[in-house]
Nanobody, 127 residues
Framework: QVQLVESGGGLVQAGDSLRLSCAAS????????MGWFRQAPGKEREFVAA????????YYTNSVKGRFTISRDNAKNSVYLQMNSLKPEDTAVYYC????????????????????WGQGTQVTVSS
């Protein structure tokens, strides 16, 4: 089992930045690809970004490319999502997820492909 706990959400204005963190515990963190997803009210959970277990490869959904950066620190069992130039449409509950894999992170963009999930952290962007 891998336990995931997100933090760093909040209420910000359009154009501001936030950094989300996800702390992992349990099994060896370094063997897992990590992803960030988000879910807005009334919408399905959608993929945001993913990172290879080594941190050497990342993948983003088009709507956040150039604004969001996913990173990880395996020594700290943590993954991060730096979000810049936030827009009201980025408002959602953000979840981190883990998948036992060493493969290319762009191969894992749907929720069923992930094995473990955090409880989520709310991000609200006002216009």
């Amino acid at each position: 089992q891998v336990q995931l706990v997100e933090s760093g959400g909040g209420l910000v204005q359009a154009g501001d930045s936030l950094r989300l963190s996800c702390a992992a515990s349990g099994r060896t963190f370094s063997g897992y690809a990590m992803g960030w997803f988000r879910q807005a009210p009334g919408k399905e959970r959608e993929f945001v970004a993913a990172i290879r277990w080594s941190g050497g490869s990342t993948y983003y959904t088009n709507s956040v490319k150039g604004r969001f950066t996913i990173s990880r620190d395996n020594a700290k069992n943590s993954v991060y999502l730096q979000m810049n130039s936030l827009k009201p449409e980025d408002t959602a509950v953000y979840y981190c997820a883990a998948r036992r894999s060493t493969g290319y992170p762009g191969s894992y963009v749907s929720p069923p492909e992930y094995d473990f999930w955090g409880q989520g952290t709310q991000v609200t962007v006002s216009s």
